[in-house]
Nanobody, 125 residues
Framework: QVQLVESGGGSVQSGGSLRLSCAASGFTYSNMCMAWFRQVSGKEREGVAVIDLSGNTNYPDFVQGRFTISRDNGKNTLYLQMNSLKPEDTAMYYC???????????????????WGQGTQVTVSS
């Protein structure tokens, strides 16, 4: 069955860095567009990075220049390098996989079919 397992979350001080990983199995990873989302309790889940089959990436303004998404198709693994972290980056982070349907580039949640369980990131000031 499809599995997405995130790791690498933790607690860090403002300005610090973390690298999240997402191990994928149960589907043809190289054929899927991948993304990272985050969610704070009581708020909508929001997209923070997307990568397509060719390795092209897109980010919303609030993480542009600080976060970098990458993928290793040989290892079926997705990464999110997060630098210059801020307290407002505190959230549960989820990886997601989808069929690159219309809207995926703009991180529409409905375009992603599979989700991991999440890993918590906490940034203290």
């Amino acid at each position: 069955q499809v599995q997405l397992v995130e790791s690498g979350g933790g607690s860090v001080q403002s300005g610090g860095s973390l690298r999240l990983s997402c191990a994928a199995s149960g589907f043809t990873y190289s054929n899927m567009c991948m993304a990272w989302f985050r969610q704070v309790s009581g708020k909508e889940r929001e997209g923070v990075a997307v990568i397509d089959l060719s390795g092209n990436t897109n980010y919303p303004d609030f993480v542009q220049g600080r976060f970098t998404i990458s993928r290793d198709n040989g290892k079926n693994t997705l990464y999110l390098q997060m630098n210059s972290l801020k307290p407002e980056d505190t959230a549960m982070y989820y990886c997601a996989a989808g069929g690159c349907n219309r809207g995926y580039w703009y991180l529409l949640r409905s375009t992603f079919d599979f989700w991991g369980q999440g890993t918590q990131v906490t940034v203290s000031s």
